[in-house]
C-alpha cells in the first residue's frame, strides 16, 4: 500500500490472479473510484501460458466485483489495450472498429471491456 502526501490517493500492489486475495483485499477496503492499471503484456500463444493470461487479465476483473461494494463504488476506470484492435498498414485502428484477438492477452482485455459494458448496463 502506497499513499500519497494528502492521504486521499491510494496505490495498491497486489496479485489478483487468486480469488481468495481479492476478496481478502476487498474485505477490508472499500472505494469510491477504483482505477485498475493491473496488467502485463504477454503474447504467448494458449498451449502456452493462456490460461494464465487469461487468469491474470480477465477472470481477476470479473472476480473483482464479486467483492467490490457495489454500492459505494462510483466509477470504475480499466485500462485496455492497442492489441484489442486489428493493426492495418503498421498503424494500430480505432476503437470503433471490432477486436481482434489474436493471442489470449489480446482476448481478454477485449473480453474485459466487454464485461465492464455489460455491468454498466444492468446495474
Known amino acids: ?14 496479485d489478483f490472479s487468486k ?11 472499500s472505494f469510491d473510484y477504483i482505477f485498475n492499471l493491473g496488467f502485463y503484456v504477454d503474447h504467448s500463444l494458449y498451449s502456452t501460458k493462456g490460461y494464465k493470461i487469461i487468469n491474470d487479465h480477465l477472470l481477476s476483473t470479473i472476480h473483482q466485483f464479486k467483492f467490490i461494494n457495489k454500492k459505494k463504488l462510483k466509477r470504475y476506470i480499466y485500462v485496455g489495450s492497442a492489441d484489442e484492435y486489428e493493426y492495418k498498414n503498421k498503424h ?25 459494458k455489460m455491468l454498466h448496463l444492468s446495474f
Do not use: G, Q, W
Not at 480469488?19 to 477496503?29: G, L
Open 92 to 116: 494500430s485502428s480505432n476503437e470503433i472498429e471490432r477486436e481482434v484477438s489474436r493471442t489470449p492477452y489480446s482476448f481478454s482485455k477485449s473480453s474485459s471491456i466487454h464485461f465492464l
Open 1 to 14: 500500500k502506497y499513499n500519497n502526501k494528502n492521504n486521499s490517493i491510494y496505490y495498491f500492489k497486489i
Open 19 to 29: 480469488e481468495d486475495n481479492i476478496n481478502k483485499f476487498f474485505k477490508k477496503h
